[in-house]
């Protein structure tokens, strides 16, 4: 009886490990989801809600995290002596706590969490989806929607992203990277199961 709890804890342990550990081949899409079948599902459901390309929303995802589910921003220090992080921004696609304040309040989805893969992509989906409706980005454009995701739909309406070159880089990194996730995912998409445990 004891062997068999300890088994049962075990299995507990490691499915919940799976569920935040970032995935071993990041830079390959099908490979994402073949390790995480739930991401795959829950990937899904916001294209479905939003329409915005999965491969967009994973390679802003990668960028913002590296798909670590309690990333923040560095602790910044005066001296030795710790001064706060730079901003409120948490979880899988880095949100500041106002935003997602905006997001529960605008969806009902006030139970979600920001370290939750299915509620981070699903604000991913919400904030591309608002970008294309204020600002007339396509979902599909990675470039753009990655600077309104950093800049905010006012700052990107505004051009505030045109005097930061590196956010530029970091844009151009992101477009390039939906592409490669775009072209691996069309390979592999029909062969990829959804989150079902059995």
Known sequence: MRA?????GGLLFGLTACSTTPPAQPENLCQIFREKPKWHEAALKMNERWGTPVQVVMAMMYQESSFVHDARPPMQYFLFIPTGRASSAYGY???????????QRETGNGWSSRDDFADAIDFMGWYTHKAQRVNGTSKWDAYGQYLNYHEGWGGYR???YRSK???????????????RYGAQYRQCKGQLSTGSWF
Request: no cysteine; hydrophobic share 45%; aromatic share 12%.
């Open 93 to 103: 696609a880095q949100v500041k706590d106002e935003t997602w304040d905006d997001y």
């Open 165 to 179: 070159g590196w956010l530029m880089q970091a844009a151009r990194k992101v477009e390039a990277r939906a592409q």
């Open 158 to 160: 505004r051009g505030s």
């Open 4 to 8: 068999r709890f300890a088994l049962a």
